[in-house]
């Protein structure tokens, strides 16, 4: 069944009643339906319809979800109680969920005949799980296979798959989803080619616990993917968007991982360990810059870990060319022997990690000669960070010692006085990296005019008020608020944190004022408090 999307942007006074009336209309052929998988992704292509959409100060989620399920309920029909009943399964928030079921009770009371599959609705159970793929590991097919519970005896019992495909060099987002009922013909086809067609073809049972940490993770990565514009085309109207609901509703029925085994992650001193060892190896001696080695395999495994699912050892001709050609240019900037060092380090790191990750020596090599192909455009493109800021490498250093270029303009705003020629011979005495430094360099930055953190007064006021400056205990204080909000900005904690400063600078408020207005929100908040909320809400 095909829902036509919104094809409006909904109006923040008015409930977007026309989308609802033709929604209610298509759920007149879930009525039709007899199989509860078809009633299924019927109602997940629905409530896929507006996944994505973005409006700035709404929950369109909530507005079209919750807006949705007033509306079948107040229609009182027959394909009022259908969609009710396929959204208190599959709606995309409990909240959502316990809405739908008050209405389905409602109407059920008044009469309203139910539908004939609702009794199997949601009432699934997990057959097996697999995961198939190639020895690269560039995606994975997560297969996971249900059957219905309660079918009468000699009944269909309506086994599927359910087949999401996680794109590991896109940081593990959802890029394709579908569902098919010819179940053995998949299975057999991917063990086929495991086994006879594909030598780096993969493909096993895993647990279904496994199975659901795998999606949960991928579910998530999407989300945020989704809610940062960072996806490309086909995510959010394709598949994975017509199927986002039925996949959630499907890993709520996977068995959790026990709480006693914690997933394995690559702590700071992991990954430290995990650098010294290949710096240590034979494939690392030829290195001749020691110092630009070491800075480079560390962008190398936080690549591995933060992008690829704590995978550093992975590698692949995709991995290395985003890596390489997408992640590196975006995220970091690389002094000049760094970026001369960076394809050589990288090759060492393939001849050491491939065969550790278990690749045999035909799939290094042809990762070793994607990696030269990409390096002569990496060579050309990337960007030299310092001469487009107009920074000059020492400050740079101070601003970026773990090269996040993402960080660049929220540390900039933390600290602008970095930046100054003033300071480019001061040595130690104001480096971040240390409580004094940030201490002597915040101080610098008042000069008596952000001496308390007081309610703005306006876009272009400070709102300083009179002989603040003279008392020493009220500069302290003013002065550790600024320290603690300087701090997060620096590590970027929450990052609703730097997006309401962005927000409201372009809205014309001054510095100073922003600042005020951002300390308020950090100082105030009380413990438990969700201050990503409020941040969200200036």
């Known amino acids: 069944m095909s829902v036509p999307p919104p094809s409006d942007q ?3 006074g008015s409930m977007p009643e026309a989308v ?12 039709a339906t007899r199989e509860p998988l078809d009633a299924e992704i019927g109602v997940s292509e629905m409530l896929g319809s507006w996944w994505g959409t973005r409006v700035p100060g709404l929950d369109v989620e909530r507005l079209l979800g919750d807006g949705l399920v007033a509306h079948a309920q107040a229609s009182g029909s027959a394909a009022g109680l259908a969609l009710l009943t396929g959204i208190s399964v599959l709606g995309t928030t409990v909240h959502q969920r316990e809405l739908a079921e008050k209405g389905s009770a409602t109407l059920i009371e008044r009469g309203v005949a139910r539908p004939a599959w609702a009794d199997l609705l949601g009432h699934v159970r997990p057959v097996a799980t ?13 297969i996971c ?6 079918a009468e005896p000699g009944e269909h019992t309506g086994e599927h798959a359910l087949i999401a495909v996680v794109d590991h060099n896109s940081g593990s987002v959802l890029r394709d989803a579908w569902v098919t009922a010819k179940v053995d013909r998949l299975l057999e086809s991917c063990r086929s080619q495991a086994e006879d067609g594909d030598p780096l073809a993969t493909f096993s049972q895993i647990r279904p616990e496994h199975a659901r940490l795998l999606l949960e993770d991928a579910v998530e990565q999407t989300d945020r993917a989704v809610a940062a514009d960072a ?5 959010t109207d394709g598949s994975p968007a017509a199927h986002h609901a039925l996949i959630r509703s499907r890993v709520r029925a996977l068995p959790r991982r026990p709480r006693n085994q914690v997933r394995s ?6 990954r430290a360990t995990l650098a010294a060892r290949f710096l240590a190896s034979d494939a690392a001696a030829e290195l001749s810059d020691s110092g630009a080695a070491s800075r480079c395999v560390d962008h190398i495994i936080a690549f591995g870990c933060d992008v690829d699912a704590d995978r550093p050892l992975r590698v692949s001709p995709r991995k290395i060319e985003a890596f390489l050609l997408r992640w590196l240019p975006r995220r970091v900037i690389l002094l000049p022997e760094e970026g001369e060092a960076m394809p050589h380090v990288l090759a060492a790191w393939i001849r050491w990690a491939g065969p550790r990750h278990g690749l045999p020596e035909v799939a290094v090599n042809a990762t070793l000669d994607a990696l030269w192909e990409a390096t002569s455009a990496f060579t050309t493109s990337y ?6 800021f107009g920074l000059p490498p020492e400050v740079l250093r101070r601003l970026l010692p773990d090269g996040d270029l993402s960080a660049l303009p929220r540390r900039m705003f933390a600290f602008p006085l970095l930046t100054s020629d003033l300071l480019a011979e001061s040595g130690e005495e104001f480096a971040p990296s240390t409580r004094a430094g940030r201490r002597a360099l915040l101080r ?5 005019e952000y001496d308390s953190p007081v309610e703005h007064k306006g876009k272009h006021s400070t709102g300083a008020p009179a002989g603040s400056a003279a008392d020493p205990a009220a500069t302290e204080e003013a002065l550790d608020a600024h320290e603690r909000l300087a701090e997060r900005l620096w590590e970027g904690d929450p990052p609703q944190l730097w997006s309401a400063a962005e927000r409201l600078l372009d809205h014309g408020y001054e510095r100073p004022v922003v600042l005020r207005m951002l300390m308020e929100v950090v100082e105030d908040a009380e413990p438990g408090e969700d201050v990503a909320a409020r941040l969200d809400a200036l």
């Open 130 to 142: 697999y995961v198939y793929g190639t020895r690269f590991g560039d995606t994975a097919d997560i």
């Open 10 to 12: 909904p109006d923040p």
């Open 20 to 31: 609802f009336a033709e929604m209610l209309r298509a759920a007149r052929t879930l009525l």
């Open 265 to 270: 992650t690559y702590s700071r001193d992991r």
């Open 383 to 388: 960007p030299d960070v310092s001469a487009s």
């Open 145 to 150: 296979t249900f059957r219905y519970d309660g």
């Open 444 to 448: 610098l930055d008042h000069f008596g």
């Open 231 to 235: 996806v490309g085309p086909g995510v």
